[in-house]
């Protein structure tokens, strides 16, 4: 079947309609004032992909959104982290400048300061974490707070929903929220014991079309944090689900998380209340009339410790981007070591000039990633920087066990980072993420042996390593999609 020719008038119709498209399109993207090469490589996707461009950019693309501060509840905090000022003070004249810069660029960016910890423990592995996590479970006595990506109803899934249920009937608040698109499998069913024990649960971002014109397929949720009393926090990379426990699964994801407990767990606290306020629509206090009884429980009065850790979040309802920002001055602070663990490695110009600058400079920088993650093109766009690195003094490795899921860095013997968010743009500027900053040998020494633990299980990568055409382009065309990964 031939088409007509169409008519010089359609020709010049569509053409200057074509215009108009891409530059009604462009002026919308260029206005989000995004990186220049993410906006650029929306255009050209836009202008590539007729009316597909503009479904892809509707549901995926960049969008402005402003969550709640509980002002009154981050007041409180603060006030009762006074006890805090002598003892970090103290600390803060020890400390040398680049580590005082560190902890105000943190406070100025997510507005959260640097507080003190009793006690930080560094759990290797789902299992460990599992079994730290429900023992707080089981102590606590007020309330417990639980938010995460990825809630499966399996087997550890199952086992956190009865022992929360069971909480709740002894008198416990617990509340719940969960990602709507990492958590899609959790089913009314599932929920029901839940539900009938009085526990609260909220789901983040639904993906369903609601009461939102458009759902939000993106910006989601990718915090773990789990409060128990306002006095034991978790955060760190495990999910709920068996894929972290190797007791029940041999291939289980490589892991780490960390326990925190003392005041610092006060900023834990205000995340999750701050996300379940803005998920929910609802303020703390309208969620149960009881609260205000409990609100001084929320965060209560802890005596000072001698770890200083600061909980630093991002998202996109904060354009400064404060995780990226972390990373990237604590790796230039660096003298001596700067050791890098990350599934998912797709830098920006910042990061990769950071790691570059610092190995340049004569300091031994490390970057463990998987052989393989789960995801193939996220695999290839890490590849593509591997030369790269190499060239400059960068270590590379590649783990081969198994899924390397853990999210860490550890610079010298005086800052330790352990949290949810990836090393690249996603994490830094797309999702909801968390992080703790441990200051001082407290973390930084265990999580120094835990990398060199895990290099046993992995393989440097070679400068000359054998790589054929085909290779070589899928890496260097995955990385032309590395602003949108």
Known sequence: MVLPELSHEWKTGLSVAWSAYIAVLSIWIVMQKRAPVSTMSWILSLALLPFAGFVVYYFLGPQRLKKQRLKRLRSRAGARGDADLAQL??????????????????????GLPVSSATAVQLLSGGARAFDSIFEAIREARDHVHLEYYIFEPDRIGTALRDLLAERAEQGVKVRLLVDALGSKRLGRRFLAPLEAAGVEVAFFHDT???????????????????????????????????????????????????????????????????????????????????????????????????????????????????????????????????????????????????????ALRGVDVRLLVPRRSDSFIVSAAARSYFDELIAAGVKVWEYKARMLHSKTLVVDDSCAMVGTANFDNRSFRLNFEVMAVVYGPALAEPLAAQFETDLLSAAPVRANRPQNFLMRLLDATARLFSPLL
Request: contains cysteine.
């Open 89 to 110: 003070q103290g600390m803060a004249e020890r400390a040398p400048p680049a580590l005082r810069q560190m902890t105000a660029l943190g406070t100025a960016a997510c």
């Open 208 to 358: 369903r079309i609601g009461r939102r014109l458009r759902p939000v397929t993106n910006y989601r949720t990718h915090r773990k944090i789990v409060v128990c009393d306002g006095r034991v926090g978790f955060t760190g990379g495990v999910n709920i689900t068996d894929e972290e426990d190797r007791r029940t699964r041999p291939d289980a994801y490589h892991d780490v998380h960390l326990r925190i407990e003392g005041s610092a767990v006060r900023w834990l606290q205000t995340t999750f209340l701050e996300d379940w306020t803005y998920a929910t629509g609802e303020s703390p206090t309208d969620t149960d009339r009881s609260l205000p009884h409990l609100l001084p429980h929320l965060v209560p009065d802890e005596e000072a410790g001698d770890i200083p850790v600061q909980v630093v979040t991002s998202g996109p309802d904060n354009m400064l981007e404060p995780i990226h920002r972390m990373h990237v001055a604590a790796i230039n602070t660096s003298t001596q070591r700067a050791w890098l663990t990350t599934p998912y490695f797709v830098p920006g110009e910042p990061a990769l000039m950071a790691l570059t600058s610092a």
